[in-house]
């Protein structure tokens, strides 16, 4: 028998992700810079589809959601899709580097800083399903950002 794949955080599966989230942070004594949700307004241009359930995160919390080594961007930061195969920034790291998500197929970039993004050959909904299998699995711990106990 091999180990299941994470389960993708759809928009099916994203109320229960919040709960995972939750009980993760209070267990690790999170104290991160978490914002209030983001109104219906402020993230009718984000995209929220079962590959990239970005806007579902965002009225969760408007920014600083700690997400591996990301911290994910507020709405505003976010801008419009102007051509559905561009990426998008939606988070940054500790070095300055950030994520991006291609709006077309929810597929997620990193770039450091001033770099040329390159394909994590995943989507946000996978990226999401592998944080959370691998915080509940306590892979992860709390230092003022997540630091990964491999």
Not at 26 to 46: R, T, Y
Not at 74 to 89: C, F
Not at 117 to 129: Q, V
Request: glycine fraction near 10%.
């Amino acid at each position: 028998m091999g180990v299941a794949p994470p389960t993708p955080i759809s928009l099916v599966e994203f109320a229960q992700f919040v709960t995972d989230m939750e009980g993760a942070f209070e267990k690790n004594g999170v104290d991160a810079d978490l914002k209030p949700p983001a109104s219906e307004d402020e993230i009718a241009h984000i995209i929220n589809d079962d590959h990239a359930p970005l806007a579902s995160l965002l009225a969760w919390h408007n920014g600083g959601i700690p997400i591996g080594e990301y911290e994910l961007s507020s709405a505003h930061e976010i801008p419009p899709v102007e051509a559905a195969d561009l990426v998008l920034p939606i988070g940054k790291n500790l070095d300055g580097g950030e994520l991006f998500v291609q709006p077309s197929t929810g597929i997620l970039f990193s770039a450091d800083e001033g770099g040329t993004p390159t394909s994590l050959e995943m989507t946000l909904a996978d990226f999401l399903g592998n944080f959370r299998d691998d915080l509940m699995s306590n892979k992860y711990e709390w230092a003022g950002g997540w630091i990964s106990k491999a």
